[in-house]
């Protein structure tokens, strides 16, 4: 991208590189130039005023699911990247749960080349591991990482054979990409829809236990030891999760780990009134298992906040609540409820947030950005961190509206959303 | 949700539909119970039919088949004179392939004023009940409520002690996939019964203890505790799902028998909500014997029903006995 943009006296939030001061940013040719005090616009730069404003690097979203090819009712790459851009982020990972499943070069392609078409967020394929998510054998993992996957999993249908995750975690190293697993023992979740407690338990609909994700936590950290290799334990829900990726990691384990802003923010009992807009997997848990989630953001046990963007179409969630799929949106709410329900909370502060958002996501996926360091991609985020607003789905980019959080009153959003030094989402423009 | 109403519908004690007994209190309760009894005599008359329901239309929509639950809420609705549509998922093109909403608002085009739904899913009656204007009474979805059992089952204890509060009634059996448990459990709780469950742990829900029950592991405590004992259909198809060895080990371990019935220190009370898997969870000896009200409470079915159906429709519990006698609501 040819041309110069100078964003000007904001409050410049990078973790990657311990700044948080007043500072201009300077991006060049969409590459981050230089990051000063009282920089001096070039020949025909453009300029972004941000005083009052946060700039930091572009948010990065690692768990999503952006539905295509298969599921175009639901959402598609570009619809998906467009919501990515207005909920701040510059990259999306896309999950290969697709139909057909990305599985193989030409899968990662295609997600590739829908991505850069739709000119908004970057969108970054994950592969599969097993052929067809079916857990049976190795998908092709060179060949995919050769055309552009930054990683492997078979979320939405979780490897139940340990001995195909330990060869994957083998397989990977080759290729320096981190193995993603959503945890799940199929067996102990059984028929189970929601958390497995009381509220459950009331309105008579069937629980998944805690141990159904400790079980494969556990398992994949044990893997992780035994291999050398790098796991990426998707939206980590439990207290006894968080708590063994804590020890795995003070043992040197290579482990990453997500926490979501709904496992942050609500609970099984927003299950209530059985509305389908609280089903999600893994399910809501209890208020312990969310008050240890937010300890392991808050401590770095869980290095990165994702949303686990599900899109499903309005009728899909209109049914009876065992019969609904599981999941919400989450691209266009998850900063604003970060920066309400986590950071004015107090739970972390900004540059914590920020961290789980940029560089955390970065490193557990070796992805270019996450940062504002010289020469480092020109995606760039400015939030205005004091903007009231009141959640309407109505007006998502995203193509699905299915959301918890309705109605919510948030303050603080993203302004402007910059990648590769090109502004691909302008509030109110 | 905003509670939905057409005009030409008065409003009822009860509120628009009968989705639980969870939520509702005591004194609406005892109104069931209460208005329940003036109706028990209709079914004794030679005419056993009142015009209390004329000219209303009552659609049972059953999404599961059960034949005990359909013929008791359709006998109620023909006593009570309303005009009734019977459709089960089976034999209807009307429910194939189409969501539940749309055939529930594909009837509600017809004009009706009641649905008396069954449904597989926990949580389908609410949902159903947000949705359309017309009342909605929940006769089973999934394993959250059955609330016109619940009734049927207090009425019988009623019937035989006289009241509710303070005695010790215990349900036996698979309360995890229990509807019939769930709403005896709210409902007696709420009128001040002490109420137990005892199964296979493999059969209890987590947490079912905070819901203010007691748990027993064995049926000899329970029926050493118990004044009643509500015995639950065991599904014969839990052997798969890994719950349970085997029927001959439940009825060894779990079964009520009349030589257990033996060593309690009174007679208790043996209910059952049918159909019975005899030899199972109860043994014939047991069915067929003195304290079982197996039968009584078919009976009664038909009343709390009949109560259930007049006051959604509007009907005021001091003019049930008046209605009897041929009032129209
Ligand atoms: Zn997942």
Redesign the interface.
Known sequence: MSGALLIRGGRVVDPSQSIDEIRDVLVVDGVLAEVAQGIDPPEGAREIEAKGLVVTPGLIDVHVHLREPGGEHKETIATGARAAAAGGFTAVCAMPNTDPVVDDPAGVGFVLAQGVAAGAARVYPVGAISVGQEGKRLAAIGEMVGAGAVGITDDGNPVMDSGLMRRAMEYAQAFDIPVADHPEDLGLSGVGVMN???V????????K?NASEDVHIVRDLMLADLTGGRIHLQHVSTAYGVEAIRLAKARGVRVTAEATPHHLILTDERVE??DTHAKMNPPLRSSEDREAVREGLADGTLDVFATDHAPHHY?EK??????APNGIVGLETALGLGLTHLVGEGLIDLPTLIHRMSVGPADAFGLPGGTLAPGSPGDVTIIDPEEAWTVDREVFLSKSHNTPFHGWELKGRALFTIVGGVVVWQAGA | MVERRPLNQPRSSLGKDLVGL?GLTSEQILTILNTAEPFKEISERRIKKVPVLRGKTIVNLFFEPSTRTLVSFEFAEKRLSADTVNISSSGSSMVKGE???DTARNLEAMRIDMVVMR?G????A??LAERIDSSVINAG?????HPTQALLDMLTIRDHYGKIEGLKICLVGDILHS?VA?SNIYGLLSLGAQVAVCGPKTLL????G??GVTVFSRVEEAIQWADVLNVLRLQLERMEGGFLPSLREYNQVWGVSRARLEEAPKDLLILHPGPMNRGVEIDSDVADGPHAMILQQVTNGVAVRMAVLYLLAGGAPDTAEAAKEGVEV
């Not at chain 1, 459950?200 to 629980?207: N, Q």
């Not at chain 2, 829900?205 to 079912?208: A, T």
């Open positions: 497995e407690g009381l459950a338990t009331r309105l008579g609909l069937h629980g236990p009134g059985f009728d209109e049914q009876a609540f065992a019969d | 969870e969501t539940l909403v449904h899913s926990s949580g389908a609410k949902f979805d999934g394993s959250h409520e509807r769930r829900p987590l947490g079912i905070e819901l």
